[in-house]
Nanobody
Framework: QVQLVESGGGLVQAGGSLRLSCAAS????????MAWYRQAPGKQRELVAR???????YYVDSVKGRFAISRDNAKNTVSLQMNSLKPEDTAVYYC???????????WGQGTQVTVSS
């Protein structure tokens, strides 16, 4: 069982930046994908960004050009650099990992990001 722990959330003004980090309790080198999801009040959880083991990335249209995801297999971390933040980015952000070796999904506990206008 791998634990994921997020950090870096907080309150920021519109146009500002935040960097979220997710630390895994074990090796992530075999994880097929690591990702960041978010869930705003009253809305469904949505995929924000994903990075595959190959390094291929995916971003939801609303964050393209503003967010950047990266993974560091040596440090067992995945990060999300968020720039030009907008009030609509306000949500709880969750770290996610998929380990195909054991066919397991892992979730972090979430970190709050609040963007004020």
């Amino acid at each position: 069982q791998v634990q994921l722990v997020e950090s870096g959330g907080g309150l920021v003004q519109a146009g500002g930046s935040l960097r979220l980090s997710c630390a895994a309790s074990g090796s992530i080198s075999s994880f097929a994908a690591m990702a960041w999801y978010r869930q705003a009040p009253g809305k469904q959880r949505e995929l924000v960004a994903r990075v595959q083991r190959s390094g291929t990335t995916y971003y939801v249209d609303s964050v393209k050009g503003r967010f950047a995801i990266s993974r560091d297999n040596a440090k067992n971390t995945v990060s999300l650099q968020m720039n030009s933040l907008k009030p609509e980015d306000t949500a709880v952000y969750y770290c996610f990992a998929f380990d195909p070796v054991v066919a397991a999904n892992y979730w972090g506990q979430g970190t709050q990001v609040t963007v004020s206008s």
